[in-house]
Nanobody, 117 residues
Framework: VQLVESGGGLVQPGGSLKLSCVAS????????LRWYRQAPGKERELVAT????????NYLDSAKGRFTISRDNAKKTVYLQMNRLRPEDTAVYYC???????????WGQGTQVTVSL
């Protein structure tokens, strides 16, 4: 089982990034998907969720209207499009896949997003 994130980097405030997370080793279409983030000295927080259908998404309040989570089951990939980025979005972003009804799941290794001038 593996989840591999990419797409992080350094971006100026107001800019955009698109994170990708490619899955392998499990039946991707059967899993709910999430993006989390963790800033230095802070707890990990849930940023966005997406169900198996790809039609029901939920977002952290501060991400609403700026971030979009999506999935491509054929590519076994989950995305996080992030627009109008702010310095407070700086964190390591992690993708997570969880089978419905289970309490555990699979984690990626994380990708660093830094929003700064």
């Amino acid at each position: 089982v593996q989840l591999v994130e990419s797409g992080g980097g350094l971006v100026q405030p107001g800019g955009s990034l698109k994170l990708s997370c490619v899955a392998s080793g499990f039946v991707f279409i059967n899993y709910n998907l999430r993006w989390y983030r963790q800033a230095p000295g802070k707890e990990r927080e849930l940023v966005a969720t997406l169900d198996t259908t790809g039609r029901r998404a939920n977002y952290l309040d501060s991400a609403k209207g700026r971030f979009t989570i999506s999935r491509d089951n054929a590519k076994k990939t989950v995305y996080l499009q992030m627009n109008r980025l702010r310095p407070e979005d700086t964190a390591v972003y992690y993708c997570h896949a969880r089978y419905p009804g289970h309490t555990d799941g699979h984690w990626g290794q994380g990708t660093q997003v830094t929003v700064s001038l």
